[in-house]
Nanobody, 121 residues
Framework: QVQLVESGGGLVQAGGSLRLSCAAS????????MGWYRQAPGKQRELVAT???????NYADSVKGRFTISRDNAKNTVYLQMNSLKPEDTAVYYC???????????????WGQGTQVTVSS
């Protein structure tokens, strides 16, 4: 019924920028929270940034000051602006949302398919 579609990944040189997008589509009543996670080869998935429905944000220390998370509630879309990219940012990036399909339904977590970000030296 509801799916997340990610886009914006790619290959960039160190110091470059990328903007990731994640759009939710389907029968959506509201989205309670949205976030970005990443997983590098051989490593566990880690939190990158989150944003609540009220606009409060939280960032991993490793990306603070370089990445910015934002959302467009009208489009059910969350963005991740990534500046000053480093090789250690190379990973598959996943978006996650807490989506409600009706006014009385509790939020359920959804995950995107992932988008590859590769930063070369």
């Amino acid at each position: 019924q509801v799916q997340l579609v990610e886009s914006g990944g790619g290959l960039v040189q160190a110091g470059g920028s990328l903007r990731l997008s994640c759009a939710a589509s389907g029968s959506i009543f509201s989205i309670s929270a949205m976030g970005w996670y990443r997983q590098a080869p051989g490593k566990q998935r880690e939190l990158v940034a989150t944003i609540t429905s009220g606009g409060s944000t939280n960032y991993a220390d490793s990306v603070k000051g370089r990445f910015t998370i934002s959302r467009d509630n009208a489009k059910n879309t969350v963005y991740l602006q990534m500046n000053s990219l480093k090789p250690e940012d190379t990973a598959v990036y996943y978006c996650s949302t807490g989506v409600m399909t009706g006014p009385l339904t509790p939020p359920r977590d959804l995950w995107g398919q992932g988008t590859q970000v590769t930063v070369s030296s």
